[in-house]
């Protein structure tokens, strides 16, 4: 048996490392107060830790590492300026580079995923990876809508006034995941057109999702089968 190459393992790694570092965030967060100030950093850390194990994953690609670091870089310096300042400038800028340092990480990650070869764990991790990405992704956008569109969404239980940036994220994250799962448990309403719009979409590319996963992973592992009897029949004729 042919051994693996050193770049498939460390691919595969900081695929697992990403993926591990995405579940921490959307599971730690859910135990933090975004009305203290300590819990707030902890909650930009969270994000920040997930940006340098996308600039992991990106390392294969100099441009796309360089612009991940800027971006996140900036988001996170704007993410502690803003939660002393609180200015719908800096949330929303702040909030566009996460958002793009996500797209980034999707797309590179995409190209792992369905590009040709085995199916293995680096593209089943990758491709895990990639449903949590588009969660978050999806989560800064509602965060943007509301930030320029304010009343986009209503909340349960939630009083207008008082909806920070960190608070609005942290909904937003859970009702991301609940739509993209199209579990829809109604505690959390879309009521404008560009909010109703985005929600419909990531509906519909949660459902998609994984049925072209499924398909294509299905389809690669029945390429490989086939390929194996080619390949012994090579074997047993060279010898």
Same mark, same amino acid.
């Given at each position: ?9 460390? =691919?595969?790694?900081?695929?697992? +490392? ?15 107060? #975004? ?43 704007? =993410? ?6 609180? =200015?719908?400038? $800096? ?6 580079? $996460? ?7 999707? $797309? ?67 009702? =991301? ?12 309403? #879309? +009521? ?9 979409? +990531? ?32 074997? +047993?004729?060279?010898?």
């Amino acid at each position: 048996m042919k051994p693996e190459s050193p770049l498939k393992n460390r =691919s595969r790694s900081t695929h697992a +490392e990403l993926l591990i570092a995405l579940v921490g965030l959307i599971f730690i967060q859910s135990w933090l107060s #975004p009305d203290n100030q300590v819990h707030r950093a902890f909650f930009n850390g969270l994000f920040f830790l997930v940006v340098l194990s996308a600039i992991r994953a990106l390392s294969e690609s100099t441009w796309r590492m360089y612009v991940t670091l800027a971006l996140g870089a900036v988001a996170y310096a704007i =993410s502690w300026v803003n939660d002393s300042v609180g =200015s719908f400038w $800096f949330s929303a800028i702040g909030d566009t580079c $996460f958002a793009s340092v996500f797209a980034v990480l999707t $797309f590179t990650v995409g190209q792992s995923v369905f590009s040709r070869g085995p199916v293995d764990a680096r593209r089943i991790i990758g491709a895990v990876s990639i449903y949590f990405l588009l969660g978050l992704l999806w989560a800064f956008f509602y965060t943007l809508i509301e930030l320029i569109e304010p009343g986009s969404f209503r909340i349960a239980n939630a009083d207008a006034e008082s909806q920070s940036n960190s608070r609005l994220l942290s909904e937003f994250i859970y009702f =991301s995941n609940v739509t993209l799962t199209t579990l829809g448990y109604g505690d959390i309403v #879309p +009521e404008s057109r560009p909010a109703k719009t985005m929600a419909l979409l +990531e509906a519909m590319l949660g459902q998609l999702y994984i049925a072209i996963v499924i398909a294509r992973m299905v389809g690669m592992q029945v390429a490989q089968h086939q390929k194996e009897p080619e390949r012994d029949r090579l074997i +047993e004729s060279e010898s």
